[in-house]
C-alpha cells in the first residue's frame, strides 16, 4: 500500500508515492535518482548512505522514508551551489581525501554538520565526528587534514 | 504493509490497542529496521511514534524525567545530565556512531532490550522505572523488573514506553559508565558497568549501585557487590572486592566477541575502575 510523502531535499520540495518499507536512501537513489549517496551495507555500520536530516547527519538505510514527512534532506548533491563547489569539497580536493570516491559524499556532509556546529574543531573531535563513516582507501589522514583545513579557511 | 504516524500519544495508544502486536513501534528505526531487514520482521503494520512528542530532559519534582523519545544524541549534548548523571552522558556518548545517535531513541534501546543495551546500566544505577502506558491506564516499572531475558520484556503489545523517572541526585554522589570494547564507535559492548556512590560527610558510602551489562541474559545490578560496600569508606580493597563480587554476580556467555572467562575478568577490572571513578566524583559533589 503506498501513502504519499512530501519533503525537501536539497531545498526542493518533492512529492512521490511509497510504500511503508522504503527506506530513504532507496527513496534518493532510486526514486528521486541522486545517487551520490551510497548504499554500503545495510546495517548502519559503514555510513556510506550518510544523509543531512535537519541538518543532523543519519545513516538514511536506517530511516522509513515515511518518516522523512515535512523534513529537509541535504545530500552532497545539494552541497555545490551555481556550480560553485562548497569549501569542504573543495579542501578534500586539494588535499586529496578522494580515492575512491566512495565515502566521499558522507565524509563531507558530517564535516559540513560538524563545523556549523563547530567551526573551529580539535583533531580529537573531528575523528569523533567521523568515527561513523567507513573508509577503506585514505587511512582517514588526509580527510582529517582537508576538514581542518576548511576549518580554517571557511 | 500499512503505515500510521499519529501526531498525539493519545493517538498511537487508539492504534496500539487496536492493532496489537500487528503494529510494530518504529522510534528511531535503528534496532527495528535491522530486525525487519535480517529477521524476516513482516508486521501489518508500521507505528510511527517520531511525531509524538515525548522528547524531554527535565528535572520535576524531585525526578530526572527522560521522554522515551529523546535521541542518544540529546542524551549526550544534554548540559543537565552531563553535569549531574554523567554515567548517562557516557552510555549515550559510546552508543553506535554519531549517525545512529541521530536516530536512536532511548525508549527503543530500552524496549529493544537487548542484554548489552547500552543505556541500560545507567538507568539501573540511577533507580530508574520506566512508565508504560495503554489506553487502559499506566504504570512504573522499575527497570530492573522491566528486563525479562534477551529481548524480552514486561511491556505489553498496546503499552507504550512514554518516559523514564528516576530520584534526582544530590549531595555528595558521583557516577561513571565504563565500557570495554575492541573499537571506540560501533562495536556492542563486551563489557558495560555504570556505578553511581553517594558519599556521606565523612566520606563513607551511603549509596551504592552497580549495575552490569552484556554479561548476563538481561542487564543487571550486582546487589552483593553493592551490599558489600554500604557504610563504608571508600579504599581499593574495598573496591576490589566488590569487583570480585560483581564479577560474581555476571554470568557471561562465550561469543565472537570474548569468552565468557575473559568477560568476568573484565568486569572486575572495570568495576574497580568504575567504582574509582564514581568515588572521585562523589568526592567533589559529582
Same mark, same amino acid.
Request: aromatic content about 4%; some cysteine.
Given at each position: 500500500?503506498?501513502?504519499? %510523502?512530501? %519533503?525537501?531535499?536539497?531545498?526542493?520540495?518533492?512529492?512521490?508515492?511509497?510504500?511503508?518499507?522504503?527506506?530513504?536512501?532507496?527513496?534518493?537513489?532510486?526514486?528521486?535518482?541522486?545517487?551520490?549517496?551510497?548504499?554500503?551495507?545495510?546495517?548502519?555500520?559503514?555510513?556510506?548512505?550518510?544523509?543531512?536530516?535537519?541538518?543532523?547527519?543519519?545513516?538514511?538505510?536506517?530511516?522509513?522514508? +515515511?518518516?522523512?514527512?515535512?523534513?529537509?534532506?541535504?545530500?552532497?548533491?545539494? %552541497?555545490?551551489?551555481?556550480?560553485?563547489?562548497?569549501?569542504?569539497?573543495?579542501?578534500?580536493?586539494?588535499?586529496?581525501?578522494?580515492?575512491?570516491?566512495?565515502?566521499?559524499?558522507?565524509?563531507? +556532509?558530517?564535516?559540513?554538520?560538524?563545523?556549523?556546529?563547530?567551526?573551529?574543531?580539535?583533531?580529537?573531535?573531528?575523528?569523533?565526528?567521523?568515527?561513523?563513516?567507513?573508509?577503506?582507501?585514505?587511512?582517514?589522514?588526509?580527510?582529517?587534514?582537508?576538514?581542518?583545513?576548511?576549518?580554517?579557511?571557511? | 504493509?500499512?503505515?500510521?504516524?499519529?501526531?498525539?500519544?493519545?493517538?498511537?495508544?487508539?492504534?496500539?490497542?487496536?492493532?496489537?502486536?500487528?503494529?510494530?513501534?518504529?522510534?528511531?528505526?535503528?534496532?527495528?529496521?535491522?530486525?525487519?531487514?535480517?529477521?524476516?520482521?513482516?508486521?501489518?503494520?508500521?507505528?510511527?511514534?517520531?511525531?509524538?512528542?515525548?522528547?524531554?530532559?527535565?528535572?520535576?519534582?524531585?525526578? +530526572?524525567?527522560?521522554?522515551?523519545?529523546?535521541?542518544?544524541?540529546?542524551?549526550?549534548?544534554?548540559?543537565?545530565?552531563?553535569?549531574?548523571?554523567?554515567?548517562?552522558?557516557?552510555?549515550?556518548?559510546?552508543?553506535?556512531?554519531?549517525?545512529?545517535?541521530?536516530?536512536?531513541?532511548?525508549?527503543?534501546?530500552?524496549?529493544?532490550?537487548?542484554?548489552?543495551?547500552?543505556?541500560?546500566?545507567?538507568?539501573?544505577?540511577?533507580?530508574?522505572?520506566?512508565?508504560?502506558?495503554?489506553?487502559?491506564?499506566?504504570?512504573?516499572?522499575?527497570?530492573?523488573?522491566?528486563?525479562?531475558?534477551?529481548?524480552?520484556?514486561?511491556?505489553?503489545?498496546?503499552?507504550?514506553?512514554?518516559?523514564?523517572?528516576?530520584?534526582?541526585?544530590?549531595?555528595?554522589?558521583?557516577?561513571?559508565?565504563?565500557?570495554?570494547?575492541?573499537?571506540?564507535?560501533?562495536?556492542?559492548?563486551?563489557?558495560?558497568?555504570?556505578?553511581?556512590?553517594?558519599?556521606?560527610?565523612?566520606?563513607?558510602?551511603?549509596?551504592?549501585?552497580?549495575?552490569?551489562?552484556?554479561?548476563?541474559?538481561?542487564?543487571?545490578?550486582?546487589?552483593?557487590?553493592?551490599?558489600?560496600?554500604?557504610?563504608?569508606?571508600?579504599?581499593?580493597?574495598?573496591?576490589?572486592?566488590?569487583?570480585?563480587?560483581?564479577?560474581?554476580?555476571?554470568?557471561?556467555?562465550?561469543?565472537?566477541?570474548?569468552?565468557?572467562?575473559?568477560?568476568?575478568?573484565?568486569?572486575?577490572?572495570?568495576?574497580?575502575?568504575?567504582?574509582?571513578?564514581?568515588?572521585?566524583?562523589?568526592?567533589?559533589?559529582?
Amino acid at each position: 500500500m503506498k501513502y504519499s %510523502l512530501r %519533503l525537501w531535499v536539497n531545498g526542493e520540495e518533492r512529492e512521490v508515492q511509497v510504500e511503508p518499507q522504503l527506506t530513504l536512501v532507496a527513496l534518493l537513489r532510486d526514486h528521486l535518482g541522486l545517487t551520490g549517496t551510497k548504499w554500503g551495507c545495510g546495517t548502519g555500520d559503514c555510513g556510506a548512505c550518510t544523509v543531512l536530516l535537519d541538518g543532523k547527519p543519519v545513516n538514511s538505510c536506517m530511516v522509513l522514508a +515515511l518518516s522523512a514527512e515535512g523534513r529537509e534532506v541535504v545530500t552532497i548533491e545539494g %552541497l555545490s551551489r551555481n556550480g560553485q563547489l562548497h569549501n569542504v569539497q573543495e579542501a578534500f580536493i586539494q588535499h586529496g581525501a578522494v580515492q575512491c570516491g566512495y565515502c566521499a559524499p558522507a565524509a563531507i +556532509l558530517v564535516a559540513k554538520a560538524l563545523l556549523e556546529e563547530h567551526p573551529a574543531p580539535s583533531e580529537a573531535e573531528v575523528r569523533w565526528a567521523l568515527a561513523g563513516v567507513l573508509c577503506r582507501c585514505t587511512g582517514y589522514s588526509k580527510i582529517i587534514d582537508a576538514i581542518l583545513a576548511a576549518s580554517r579557511s571557511g | 504493509m500499512e503505515y500510521f504516524r499519529p501526531c498525539t500519544l493519545e493517538e498511537a495508544l487508539a492504534l496500539l490497542a487496536r492493532y496489537g502486536e500487528e503494529a510494530l513501534v518504529v522510534a528511531g528505526a535503528t534496532d527495528v529496521l535491522m530486525d525487519m531487514r535480517f529477521k524476516g520482521l513482516a508486521p501489518r503494520g508500521l507505528l510511527d511514534t517520531g511525531r509524538v512528542p515525548l522528547s524531554y530532559i527535565r528535572e520535576e519534582d524531585g525526578e +530526572l524525567a527522560l521522554g522515551a523519545l529523546t535521541t542518544i544524541g540529546q542524551l549526550e549534548r544534554s548540559p543537565l545530565l552531563r553535569d549531574r548523571y554523567v554515567a548517562l552522558a557516557e552510555a549515550a556518548r559510546s552508543f553506535g556512531s554519531p549517525q545512529i545517535r541521530n536516530l536512536a531513541t532511548l525508549g527503543g534501546n530500552i524496549a529493544h532490550a537487548t542484554p548489552s543495551a547500552e543505556m541500560a546500566p545507567p538507568l539501573l544505577a540511577l533507580d530508574a522505572q520506566a512508565k508504560l502506558v495503554s489506553t487502559q491506564g499506566e504504570r512504573l516499572v522499575p527497570l530492573e523488573a522491566f528486563f525479562t531475558g534477551p529481548g524480552k520484556t514486561v511491556r505489553q503489545p498496546d503499552e507504550l514506553i512514554t518516559e523514564f523517572r528516576l530520584p534526582v541526585v544530590g549531595g555528595l554522589t558521583g557516577t561513571a559508565y565504563l565500557r570495554h570494547c575492541v573499537r571506540e564507535a560501533l562495536d556492542i559492548a563486551i563489557v558495560g558497568v555504570a556505578c553511581r556512590l553517594g558519599l556521606d560527610h565523612g566520606g563513607r558510602i551511603q549509596a551504592a549501585r552497580i549495575a552490569l551489562g552484556a554479561v548476563a541474559p538481561t542487564p543487571i545490578r550486582a546487589r552483593e557487590a553493592e551490599d558489600a560496600l554500604r557504610a563504608s569508606p571508600v579504599n581499593e580493597p574495598l573496591a576490589e572486592r566488590a569487583a570480585e563480587l560483581a564479577m560474581a554476580a555476571s554470568q557471561p556467555i562465550s561469543d565472537v566477541r570474548a569468552t565468557a572467562l575473559y568477560r568476568r575478568e573484565m568486569v572486575r577490572v572495570y568495576t574497580r575502575r568504575a567504582l574509582a571513578q564514581a568515588a572521585q566524583r562523589a568526592r567533589s559533589g559529582g
